[in-house]
């Protein structure tokens, strides 16, 4: 596995591409970077990535199977290898950009996504709540990421310990062409972890968590504290 950091040459002409990506389009994102990757045509997507930009300059985090390689000459990439060192019983910081949902049954019988922040809402009928008795929306975005997060990190060799969710966001995003238009949120997660099953979570910062990973959700970083 490889961990790179991507960035848009200041040395080129990338002057448009930087314009296109401050579209934040995530659909847009994912093509850029799936051709980092277009050695092997017949390949499935098998990367993970994170958009946090740099002093207003696109730059991305990538864990990959593969090498990033740049064709078009317009990425700086820095890339190491990814191979986690970790013990169970060890405390780590973390920082996850999310996509939390609930699964459910519709009237059909077929399994539905849900908005789990939206779905909070509705359960507590928040617009027909006075402003001054309702949950603010830190508390249902902390609440959210709470219970999205801590189920799927005992699932996957850790245990939550603190969390501070911010930076909910509602995305609209085109998809492929002649595709209706993709909709998903996002919640920007971070705090500190305990390891419980090293094999395990090493897996899960090898896959990522939760869905929405084509548009730059699930790569879970991890730094020593």
């Known amino acids: 596995m490889y961990f790179s950091r991507i960035r848009l040459r200041t040395d080129a002409d990338t002057g448009v591409l930087a314009r296109q990506l401050c579209n934040s389009d995530s659909y847009l994102e994912h093509q850029l970077l799936w051709r980092l990757f277009s050695g092997d045509a017949e390949a499935r997507r098998d990367f993970l990535f994170r958009r946090d ?44 950009r999310a996509n939390p949902v609930i699964t459910r049954k519709d009237a059909s019988g077929k399994h539905k996504r849900h908005d789990l922040v939206m779905d909070l809402k509705r359960q507590g009928n928040w617009k027909l709540t006075a402003r001054n008795a309702r949950s603010s929306l830190y508390e249902l975005t902390q609440l959210a990421g709470q219970t999205w997060l801590s189920s799927r990190l005992e699932r996957n060799g850790g245990k939550l310990e603190t969390l501070n969710s911010e930076g909910y966001m509602q995305h609209r995003t085109s998809g492929k062409r002649n595709e ?25 910062l090898y896959r990522g968590l939760g869905p929405a990973k084509a548009f730059g959700c699930g790569l879970l970083l991890v730094r020593r504290i």
């Open 180 to 204: 209706k238009p993709i909709q998903y949120s996002s919640l920007d997660l971070d705090g500190t972890l305990t390891v419980a099953d090293t094999e395990a979570f090493t897996q899960a």
């Open 53 to 96: 930009d740099l002093n207003g300059w696109p730059q991305f985090y990538l864990v990959s199977q593969r090498l990033p390689e740049d064709a078009d000459n317009v990425w700086q990439i820095d890339h190491r290898e990814y191979r986690p060192r970790l013990r169970n019983g060890q405390r780590l910081g973390f920082s996850l």
